[in-house]
């Protein structure tokens, strides 16, 4: 009989990036779906197929899961569950394999966002219609999301769960989507939902009353206990709207070494914990959101101890004052520091200091043709990110030129219509040339 266990669907890509005055250049989510992939995280939401300025990112990663560069994590995309979204996306995105497709579920919801003008029924036929579209593009995984999860009427989101089980969804995404949701009552709704309707259940937590990671990994033991997989929707770092979502190294840490289910619940074997904080650091950097140092396993304070009884234990035996060992979390790598000379390269940067930032990465180009093509893709790289670029980055555009610069490649969908084309049409251009001087 098969172990049900415990997976995770990374969403930083998707929901990380709607943290309010942040984002993240495609380049940088690309290494952050690399990263997860070495890692061995299941799945990312990498992003949203309907959006126009994603798709040549969404289709160069693609091609990198055809390369066999991405090989363990899977890549999803995120869509209204809407027929005509759904194909759209697969339009866009030709290879998209996986997909989340999101309705909103709660009273609050249906009258507050739709105005009386959809029923509960109309967003389960809208739903079932879209799975069906998916299902007739090749989609290979899908699952089906409802916003507001924890305020909805859990006899009707069994009744949206099935229905879409019947057209052909595979998962049921439990959204907590105002972090309401408590560790005790997710335990019994999740746990009624899966037994109820046999399906795979994901947890997608918010951490408004900072609950995010008790409800997720509750959930997820309520799914494990009622028979089905479980799947922990996480970001790096809890990055995500208002207060976040669940943290992804501190839910790992939870099932791996609290009392309850070290031991019990068990994780997807892909998972490499000692990537961690290489991830953590990078999308730290990416974002330009400092890590947290009281932050679990990868905050600065997270193995400090202050002088006395604590640090006395430790260093007498690490283990009578941390639970687990920092080595676990990879960050007991050298720190490299450099003194004096530091030569970077950037959007002005010149071809000999961008030699020499290679040189000391050990990469070597064949001829002067090739090392000026890739000094100009990291010189758009620059200008891209705004961020002095680090050695994966500079790694990826050496390795794959070709996506690296298709990632990077964002052409505006600029087709005047309506008002705004009489207004173009309309325009002087001689009038913008030179300032009018007005004498009195």
């Given at each position: 009989m098969k172990e049900n266990k415990i997976y995770f669907v990374d969403v930083t890509n998707r929901d990380g990036v709607q943290t309010s005055r942040l984002g993240l250049a495609k380049l940088q989510k690309t290494i952050i779906n690399l990263m997860l992939d070495e890692m061995g995280i299941t799945q990312?939401?990498?992003?949203?197929?309907?959006?126009?300025?994603?798709?040549?990112?969404?289709?160069g990663n693609l091609e990198l899961v055809a390369r066999n560069v991405i090989t363990t994590t899977k890549l999803s995309g995120w869509m209204r569950a809407i027929a005509s979204d759904v194909e759209l996306s697969f339009n866009n995105v030709p290879k998209l394999k996986n997909v989340n497709l999101s309705q909103s579920?709660?009273?609050?919801?249906?009258?507050?966002?739709?105005?009386?003008?959809?029923?509960?029924?109309?967003?389960?036929?809208?739903?079932?219609?879209?799975?069906?579209?998916?299902?007739?593009k090749g989609a290979e995984i899908i699952g089906v999301n409802a916003e507001d999860a924890s305020r909805s009427d859990i006899d009707y989101l069994i009744k949206y769960a099935k229905e879409s089980k019947k057209a052909g969804a595979q998962r049921f995404r439990y959204c907590d989507t105002l972090g309401f949701e408590d560790p005790k009552t997710t335990y019994d709704r999740i746990y009624k939902i899966a037994r109820e309707t046999g399906m795979s259940i994901e947890l997608h937590f918010h951490n408004d009353l900072g609950m995010a990671v008790g409800c997720s990994v509750m959930g997820a033991k309520a799914a494990i206990d009622a028979g089905v997989d479980a799947y922990i929707n996480t970001a790096i770092n809890g990055m995500g709207e208002r207060a976040g979502n669940a943290d992804l190294v501190s839910c790992l840490l939870a099932i791996l070494k609290s009392a309850g289910f070290k031991g019990e619940y068990h994780i997807d074997p892909n998972i490499d914990l000692s990537k961690a904080w290489q991830l953590a650091k990078y999308t730290s950097y990416a974002f330009g959101v400092p890590i947290p140092m009281n932050q679990p396993a990868v905050g600065d304070n997270a193995f400090a101890h202050e002088s006395g009884i604590h640090a006395d234990g430790?260093?007498?035996?690490?283990?009578?004052?941390?639970?687990?060992?920092?080595?676990?979390?990879?960050?007991?790598?050298?720190?490299?520091?450099?003194?004096?000379?530091m030569i970077t390269t950037g959007e002005y940067g010149g071809i000999k200091g961008f030699r020499n930032v290679y040189d000391n990465l050990e990469l070597e180009f064949k001829d002067e043709h090739e090392a000026r093509n890739i000094l100009e893709l990291v010189r758009y790289a620059n200008v891209h990110t705004q961020k002095p670029l680090t050695s994966s980055e500079l790694r990826f555009i050496y390795y794959y030129p070709e996506i690296a610069a298709k990632i990077m490649t964002v052409s505006p969908y600029y087709e005047p219509q309506g008002a705004i084309k009489d207004r173009v049409e309309a325009v002087s251009y001689t009038h913008l040339t030179l300032p009018t001087i007005l004498r009195v």
């Open positions: 990312s939401e990498f992003g949203f197929p309907t959006t126009k300025h994603e798709i040549n990112y969404l289709n579920t709660s009273e609050q919801m249906i009258n507050g966002k739709y105005q009386g003008k959809k029923t509960p029924q109309d967003l389960i036929g809208m739903t079932v219609d879209a799975v069906k579209c998916a299902v007739s430790a260093l007498k035996d690490r283990r009578n004052y941390e639970l687990y060992d920092f080595e676990e979390l990879g960050r007991g790598e050298p720190e490299i520091i450099e003194t004096g000379r």
